[in-house]
């Protein structure tokens, strides 16, 4: 996570006092740094439901593992 984001996450104000505090800051090109900014904060962004975690797997049990170990 970008150090302008941390503890920031869903405010954009502190977003953007964050981003005021920078005194030295990176040369960018300002339309792909506002397309970002429109991505992340745009009132049409969907929010997605987390994703379902997956069961760990034991990849020794499976019928390929011999080759998985053999070294090139």
């Not at 953007?16 to 040369?27: F, H, Q, R």
């Not at 090109?29 to 379902?52: C, H, N, P, R």
């Amino acid at each position: 996570m970008l150090l302008a984001m941390k503890n920031k996450r869903g405010s954009k104000s502190a977003f953007v006092d964050e981003l005021m505090s920078i005194t030295n800051p990176k040369e960018c090109v300002i339309s792909e740094l506002q397309t970002l900014y429109s991505t992340a904060f745009g009132s049409d962004t969907a929010i997605y439901q987390k994703l379902t975690p997956i069961k760990p797997i034991a990849i020794e049990g499976m019928a390929e593992f011999d080759y998985l170990q053999k070294q090139p």
